[in-house]
C-alpha cells in the first residue's frame, strides 16, 4: 500500500510569484487535510477536502486555494506569495472527514519565498 | 478557540533515562488526542490516539495519558535512546463541525545524547 506523497519536495520562489504544491493520498483515502508548518511551529491548518468539496477551512486569506480530484488526489495553489508563505506544507488523507478517521501525513513541501 | 501548549519546548537527556512530555489543551471538549514524532524537516509520524473516553494507551517503550478534565496529556518515554531523538507534536481532534482539523502544539525538541 502506498502512503502519502507529496511533490515537489523543495520549491523557492519569488515574492509575488504563485505556486501549486500536489498531494498523492493513500490508497482508499477520500479525505485530504492541509497543513501549514513554520519553522520551530507546529503545524496550522489550512483547509480539508473531502470528496472534491472544501470541507472546512482555517485562518488563511483567499490567496490559498484549493483542489481536489476524482482519484482524491489535491492540489494547494498560493498565490501573490508573502516572505511569510516559507513554511513546510504537509498534507494528509484519511479514510473520511469525520474525527474519528486518523489523518496520515506526507512528507511534505519546503517552500522558500525570497 | 482551542489552544494547545507543550512543555518543555525543548529537553536534553542522557541516554537510558525515562522522561516525560507535557501538553495541556483549553477546551475539554475534544474527540481524542494524537501524539506525533517529527524529524527534522520531515513529516509527521502518528505514536498514539488517545479517543476521548480512554485514560491512556500504550506502545512499546511510549505510554500516552489523557485527563480531560484538567486538560492534560503527558508522554512518557521508557529507557531513552539516541533514535528517540526529535520533535514531538501533540495534537486535538475537536470533532463536531470541525471534523477532521488538527489543533497542534508547538512540540518539544528532544535530544537524547548517548
Same mark, same amino acid.
Given at each position: /500500500? ?25 490508497? *482508499?483515502?477520500? @479525505? =485530504? ?15 480539508? !477536502?473531502?470528496?472534491?468539496? +472544501?470541507?472546512?477551512? *482555517? ?12 482519484? !482524491?488526489?489535491? /492540489? ?5 506569495? &508573502? ?11 484519511? $479514510? ?19 | 478557540?482551542? +489552544? ?8 536534553? =537527556?542522557? &541516554? *537510558? &533515562?525515562?522522561?516525560? $512530555? ?8 475534544? !474527540? ?23 485514560? &491512556?494507551?500504550?506502545?512499546?517503550? $511510549? ?12 508522554? !512518557? ?33 528532544? @535530544? =537524547?545524547?548517548?
Amino acid at each position: /500500500e502506498t502512503g502519502v506523497t507529496q511533490s515537489p519536495t523543495h520549491l523557492i520562489k519569488t515574492r509575488g510569484q504563485q505556486v501549486t504544491l500536489r498531494c498523492s493520498s493513500q490508497s *482508499g483515502h477520500n @479525505t =485530504v487535510s492541509w497543513y501549514q508548518q513554520a519553522l520551530g511551529q507546529g503545524p496550522q491548518f489550512i483547509f480539508q !477536502y473531502y470528496r472534491e468539496e +472544501e470541507n472546512g477551512r *482555517g485562518n488563511f486569506p483567499p490567496r490559498f486555494s484549493g483542489l481536489q480530484f476524482p482519484n !482524491y488526489s489535491s /492540489e494547494l495553489n498560493v498565490n501573490a506569495l &508573502e516572505l511569510d508563505d516559507s513554511a513546510l506544507y504537509l498534507c494528509a488523507s484519511s $479514510l473520511g472527514r469525520g474525527p474519528g478517521y486518523e489523518q496520515y501525513f506526507g512528507p511534505g513541501t519546503r517552500l522558500t519565498v525570497t | 478557540k482551542q +489552544e494547545v501548549t507543550q512543555i518543555p519546548a525543548a529537553l536534553s =537527556v542522557p &541516554e *537510558g &533515562e525515562n522522561l516525560v $512530555l507535557n501538553c495541556s489543551f483549553t477546551d475539554s471538549a475534544i !474527540y481524542n488526542l494524537q501524539w506525533f514524532r517529527q524529524d527534522p524537516g520531515k513529516g509527521l509520524t502518528s505514536l498514539l490516539l488517545i479517543q476521548s473516553s480512554q485514560r &491512556e494507551q500504550t506502545s512499546g517503550r $511510549l505510554n500516552a495519558s489523557l485527563d480531560k478534565s484538567s486538560g492534560r496529556s503527558t508522554l !512518557y518515554i521508557a529507557a531513552s535512546q539516541p533514535g528517540d531523538s526529535a520533535t514531538y507534536l501533540c495534537a486535538i481532534n475537536a470533532g463536531g463541525t470541525s471534523y477532521g482539523k488538527l489543533t497542534f502544539g508547538q512540540g518539544t525538541i528532544l @535530544t =537524547v545524547h548517548p
